[in-house]
């Protein structure tokens, strides 16, 4: 009897095996939350950057983040919202987009830029293109005016003017810092690469962070991830990096998240690293901070890759990491959390 | 102690429940295997393509997987052998790659390529050429001697003139019959997204089918896939489609598979159509044909999207699948295994 018993036990154990109980989250209703970042990259440390510089970075990237909340709140969807705080940031010279886009080795300024929703995975990207004002807008004619999902140059251009995108002369994105830096790193015939070590000849602006991105879900839990980028200092002619490739720099899903990168393009291209976070959280039950460690450490790293993910996920929740000394970022939700900040991660 | 017994067998039952047993798969030592298409569409059927024409793209077909299974069986990688299969088919005016491209909405021709080394992931792209004979080889010019993964426009042909990669003048790519194709599509207004239904009027080329693509696994298991393409008639000036977009229309990972697409690019971007596949493949455990089948009949499909993929997986396995009426297709294996086909799958 007594051996019965303990097989009982035993065959009810094994019985529950295939069912481990597993916490049953959900979303709050009517919840939204955006979060931005403004580039991430080697230069971004205390040593680099003064008390005044970094105050006035925390003050457009908190501009930034109030004119995408604002839409929000207001009951907005989650594409206005990232388009409204990713032009915040392509208007100001601060960061590596729009207005502050560094310059290629010809000595031009070639933008790409993104956008994905993530309740109809329809999407809109613009590459190589030149005297759009915001890039981001461009691509959000891709997306909802064009059979289309990726123009380039001269067909990105004549595209965005049809549909009234406000276009400038070259010279409005011209900068003197970001002149300079071209020249400092033509004379040293690279690409910004090697920067992980503190170099005090460089400019904080010399260091490959840059790009800017929002991510934001709204009221009905539809998520819109969203990159705009000047590229890459001395970056060859035509070079097309991960902002504007699907799955690579932006991406969005419903039934995941919502994901904008910056850092090395080409290693985010070859990993296909949001759509990887994307996977990793679907296929392999993996939470959105662990597959985000996994791709930016395990992947990116390994292969000389550097640079950061931001993410909010179905259930309204902000991430992000980032494998390089700092990311510029900020995040507010309607429960009331809120932070901006740029060096190590302090949670 | 019938009962102990019941309960015995009972538990045994239920101890085994985690381990079911798993057919333990290998790849036969210094195997290779190459697998082409010549594109997937709604106008490869029998109705439309008589049975000399049928023979034509047989032998090209057959002309393409031997060159690539040439340098295969000596030793050589697979990288040179899906270059091999491509530049085979590039250099044909039967598909809609290289010589054969076909003409967007300004009446010129603007080329797409991508190549993918799975052992090491890096990757090459160019989009948007022109005067390039053959854009696979300049997709692999960007991968081996490039920090970049992707280039377009002119930046692309500096590149590959600079490495001694053949130009030619634009007339080099006329063909009457694609200049004819424009023009019925144009007086159509629509570019070829409306084709499932036979139409009589249309000549088979003007179906959305071409593009053409190859995967190979050499003899020490390196898996390399590249695409190469035209676009689609009457695109907008500077579209970019899924061939050259890594992770969408080319993918190639040694851990996984190789793939190569076509069919309506946008819906492969949208959906990051290969690396979905590598990525069930990986963490939900699929078989390449489950996950094959699920992208392109239960992601790609119910967007509106057509088309296939053709695919080698690490235990250098050939697969393939298509949702349109057929693709042109081959494959060659070291152990005999051959086939052409272009319409309905057989097996």
New interface residues.
């Given amino acids: 009897m007594r051996?019965?018993i303990l097989?009982?036990v035993?065959?009810i154990t094994?019985?529950s095996?295939?069912s481990p109980k597993k916490k049953e989250k959900v979303r709050e209703p009517n919840s939204f939350a955006i979060v931005i970042h403004g580039g991430a990259g080697g230069g971004i440390k205390r040593d680099n950057i003064s008390e005044e510089r970094q105050e006035i970075y925390k003050q457009k990237l908190e501009e930034a983040i109030n004119a995408g909340y604002a839409i929000l709140e207001k009951g907005g969807n989650s594409q206005d919202a990232i388009q409204a705080a990713i032009t915040v940031m392509e208007d100001s010279p601060l960061f590596n987009a729009g207005k502050g886009s560094v310059y290629n080795s010809e000595g031009n300024q070639e933008m790409d830029a993104a956008i994905m929703n993530g309740k109809t995975?329809?999407?809109g990207?613009i590459?190589?293109v030149n005297h759009i004002k915001n890039p981001i807008l461009a691509a959000r004619i891709v997306m909802d005016s064009?059979?289309?999902?990726?123009?380039?140059?001269?067909?990105?251009v004549?595209?965005a003017e049809k549909y009234g995108i406000e276009l400038v002369d070259s010279t409005y994105f011209y900068d003197e810092r970001r002149i300079n830096q071209l020249k400092r790193i033509q004379g040293k015939e690279k690409?910004q690469?090697d920067h992980t070590a503190y170099n005090p000849e460089f400019d904080l602006q010399d260091h490959k962070y840059g790009t800017v991105g929002a991510v934001a879900t709204d009221k009905d839990g539809n998520i819109t991830a969203g990159t705009s980028t000047g590229g890459m200092t001395n970056?060859?002619?035509?070079?097309?990096?991960d902002v504007p490739?699907?799955?690579?720099g932006t991406?969005a899903n419903n039934a995941t998240c919502g994901i904008s990168a910056t850092g090395t393009?080409?290693y985010f291209?070859?990993?296909?690293a949001s759509?990887?976070v994307s996977?990793?959280i679907?296929?392999?039950n993996q939470t959105p901070k662990e597959a985000l460690h996994h791709v930016l450490f395990n992947q990116i790293e390994p292969?000389g890759g550097e640079g950061g993910m931001i993410l909010i996920d179905k259930y309204g929740d902000v991430y992000w990491d980032f494998n390089s000394s700092g990311m510029f970022r900020a995040y507010k939700k309607s429960n009331g959390d809120a932070k901006t900040e740029m060096f190590e991660i302090t949670e």
């Fill in positions: 051996l019965s097989l009982f035993f065959s094994f019985f095996c295939d995975l329809n999407s990207a590459a190589g064009s059979k289309h999902v990726m123009l380039s140059g001269k067909g990105a004549i595209l690409t690469l970056k060859k002619y035509g070079r097309i990096g490739v699907i799955g690579a991406y393009g080409e291209i070859r990993t296909v759509h990887e996977s990793l679907q296929y392999k292969l």
